[in-house]
């Protein structure tokens, strides 16, 4: 204990719970003399934990002391502040999450902002996720991670829009290959006048993202935020490149890397459409499994969302995609002013009839493109009925849940109307030359 007698006269700004672990610049000229080495044997289980936690000196090379001394992480100095009580909760939290506790919504909160923080090391992080996935998220954990990823992402300042605008956007994860869905009903609601504020990244799991279809028709993926704006005015759409919104996202993904390797699904998997950083006010998102429709829902409408569903479809027994279909049956539930609906939804309800699941497939970005084409093109035998119509289904039930429409009848009927008069072939012409001239003024 002498050690921290002495480590507490020499660095008083620290306080005493910190006392024994802080370790500042300053430090290095007096290592010899203090012998901090007592301090760190001294150490509780606590301790040791949280200074592994941290990060500090994975380097088998160096001796402990030298690790404390060149990392500097006893100190902490996250944001400008003393930090160590986000290693504490992310250590607390996770003991508490692998007993099968839930977590309260501040405790959820500090825990997504630690796992932002590259000083907290790539195992804590792991343990973390890996505790939380396998106790199971509740909708107050997820609505909390959404919420403080949200804040931490760029703003494109587009507010105006977000009132009056929706996005279209599933997690992904199905493996079930369809053609973009999402996609292309976000482009439909655009022609149709709605804005549409998409936010998605480049496929992980098939092989033709949101991303991906979006560079196909001309759209650039990254351009400056004026230019989103001017997007919006110009097409009623814009696209936010995930990458370029979510720069804390680099600490987390060796973790996420590491996870799915051990094909370990965690919370970021449910994220991405919640946290697009321009905050649309209306969403239509899908779910990867059934089980997340309620719980996401609730999620959706805690973060304050004035209207949308989320759905998830079964094209045959055992499948799963994250959109409506007209193949197998759709479960959904709505939230803001569609709270109050939930349950299977019924095809006839919208006056459309049953498909094949095969009907639905897509393939690659060129084979997503010429069925986008032919679609738009309102060619005969184009693209198979049951697409189409899913198609509409999607476009009806982003229409309700942005208040356009009464029912999905009647928003099917919006949808073909849209399409079938050309008003999605003169869209995408005007997105090409939007982004053509853009190249031009570069």
């Known amino acids: 204990m002498a050690g921290s007698v002495i480590l507490s006269v020499v660095l008083p700004k620290f306080s005493k719970a910190d006392t024994e672990c802080a370790v500042v610049s300053t430090v290095s000229a007096l290592r010899a003399s203090l012998r901090l080495r007592v ?9 040791r934990q949280r200074f592994i936690l941290s990060g500090v000196g994975r380097n088998s090379d160096l001796s402990l002391f030298e690790k404390i001394i060149d990392s500097e992480l006893l100190a902490c100095r996250l944001e400008g502040h003393l930090s160590y009580r986000y290693v504490d909760n992310l ?11 839930d977590l309260a919504r501040a405790e959820a909160e500090d825990c997504a902002r630690s796992l932002g ?31 403080v990823f949200r804040g931490l992402a760029i703003d494109p300042e587009l507010s105006d829009f977000a009132e009056r605008g929706i996005d279209v956007c599933g997690t992904g994860g199905d493996g079930f290959g369809t053609f973009n869905i999402s996609t292309t009903v976000a482009f439909v609601l655009a022609s149709a006048g709605v804005p549409v504020l998409k936010h998605g990244n ?4 098939s092989q033709c993202g949101s991303a991906d279809l979006m560079e196909a028709v001309g759209i650039q993926l ?35 890397k590491a996870l799915a390797a051990e094909g370990q699904k965690t919370i970021f998997n449910l994220l991405g459409p919640m946290i697009n950083p321009a905050r649309p006010k209306h969403q239509l998102m899908g779910v990867f499994a ?14 304050g969302l004035k209207g949308g569903m989320v759905v998830h479809g079964e094209p045959i027994a055992g499948a799963a995609i994250d959109e409506l279909s ?60 049951g697409l189409r119509e899913s198609i509409y289904l999607n476009v009806a039930a982003a229409f309700l849940s942005i208040g356009k429409v009464a029912s999905l009848s009647e928003g099917v ?30």
Not at 91 to 101: A, C, D, H, V
Not at 133 to 145: I, L, N
Not at 290 to 303: H, K, S, T, Y
Request: some cysteine; charged content about 25%; overall charge neutral.
């Open 326 to 385: 007209c193949a197998g049956i759709n479960h959904y539930r709505g939230f803001g002013r569609l709270a109050e609906q939930s349950g299977l939804l019924e095809l006839s309800s919208a006056g459309l009839t049953q498909c094949t699941p095969e009907e639905l497939k897509g393939g690659s970005v060129d084979a997503n493109r010429a069925l986008l084409d032919a679609f738009a093109e309102n060619a005969p035998g184009g693209i198979p009925k």
């Open 117 to 147: 923080f590259e000083h907290i090391s790539e195992d804590g992080k792991i343990q973390f996720l890996r505790a939380l996935a396998q106790k199971g998220e509740t909708a107050e954990e997820v609505s909390a991670f959404a919420r």
């Open 290 to 303: 059934r089980r997340w429709v309620d719980p996401i829902a609730e999620a959706m409408g805690a973060l």
């Open 202 to 205: 480049r496929s992980i799991t």
């Open 39 to 47: 301090v760190v044997r001294a150490m509780n289980k606590r301790k």
């Open 413 to 442: 009927e919006r949808a073909a109307e849209t399409v079938e008069g050309g008003a999605l072939l003169d869209w995408l012409k005007r997105v090409k030359g939007f982004y053509a001239a853009l190249e031009e003024s570069a």
């Open 91 to 101: 250590l607390e939290s996770t003991e508490k999450l692998e007993r099968g506790l």
């Open 222 to 256: 990254i351009v400056d935020l004026p230019t989103h704006r001017k997007a919006l005015e110009a097409l009623n759409f814009t696209f936010f490149f995930a990458p370029a919104f979510h720069p804390v996202f680099k600490a987390i993904m060796p973790a996420r």
